[in-house]
T-cell receptor
Framework: ELKVEQNPLFLSMQEGKNYTIYCNYSTTSDRLYWYRQDPGKSLESLFVLLSNGAVKQEGRLMASLDTKARVSTLHITAAVHDLSATYFCAVTFMDSNYQLIWGAGTKLIIKP | DADVTQTPRNRITKTGKRIMLECSQTKGHDRMYWYRQDPGLGLRLIYYSFDVKDINKGEISDGYSVSRQAQAKFSLSLESAIPNQTALYFC???????????????FGPGTRLLVL
């Protein structure tokens, strides 16, 4: 079964703290994406990770991919309130005809 | 102007009614998708189309149909709406020719559908 699991599903944290969201997937992947969704809004692409060891950074967010362990991490450094959103990872698998399989999302609340 | 637009943005309908959700894009992408999002779940793929003559079922196509009227337009129909189709519906587009083969999906603003 093709599965993408995120944890935690909900995270409340203080500004200035660091934290990591995990995305585990069930079998060999082709590409892994991270998206952000603000409440009541559409989804915005953050990162696409193509290969083992890939690391992408944008501001206080850094995403990495370990294809051997089948896990991607989204690390938040010195969180600020503006990063409050729901973060989704999505994976393309050969067995899904390369269509995206989505995690359930991690709702991140950053308190001032 | 938005690259991917959806109409309507909100819709309330009754059980048994036929409704159509429309999606238009100005990105020039060949690939278009319809997803639904339910609270606490990720997105689930309903249908996708790689070009005007290509339509494919996704994970949850039962109860839905689609039409790709042109490269820029992809509509989703609920032939006989039922309450468990109440959800947020997203259209997305992508382009395999995107540099570095990333094929990022770009999403419309969503249509919030309530079936009573």
């Amino acid at each position: 079964e093709l599965k993408v699991e995120q944890n935690p599903l909900f995270l409340s944290m203080q500004e200035g703290k660091n934290y990591t969201i995990y995305c585990n997937y069930s079998t060999t992947s082709d590409r892994l994406y991270w998206y952000r969704q603000d409440p009541g809004k559409s989804l915005e692409s953050l990162f696409v990770l193509l290969s083992n060891g890939a690391v992408k950074q944008e501001g206080r967010l850094m995403a990495s991919l370990d294809t051997k362990a089948r896990v991607s991490t989204l690390h938040i450094t010195a969180a600020v309130h503006d990063l409050s959103a729901t973060y989704f990872c999505a994976v393309t698998f050969m067995d899904s005809n390369y269509q995206l399989i989505w995690g359930a999302g991690t709702k991140l609340i950053i308190k001032p | 102007d938005a690259d991917v637009t959806q109409t309507p943005r909100n819709r309330i309908t009754k059980t048994g009614k036929r409704i159509m959700l429309e999606c238009s894009q100005t990105k020039g992408h060949d690939r278009m998708y319809w997803y639904r999002q339910d609270p606490g779940l990720g997105l689930r793929l309903i249908y996708y189309s790689f070009d005007v003559k290509d339509i494919n079922k996704g994970e949850i196509s039962d109860g839905y149909s689609v039409s790709r009227q042109a490269q820029a337009k992809f509509s989703l129909s609920l032939e006989s709406a039922i309450p468990n189709q109440t959800a947020l519906y997203f259209c997305a587009t992508s382009d395999l020719r995107e540099k570095t083969g990333k094929e990022t999906q770009y999403f419309g603003p969503g249509t919030r559908l309530l079936v009573l």
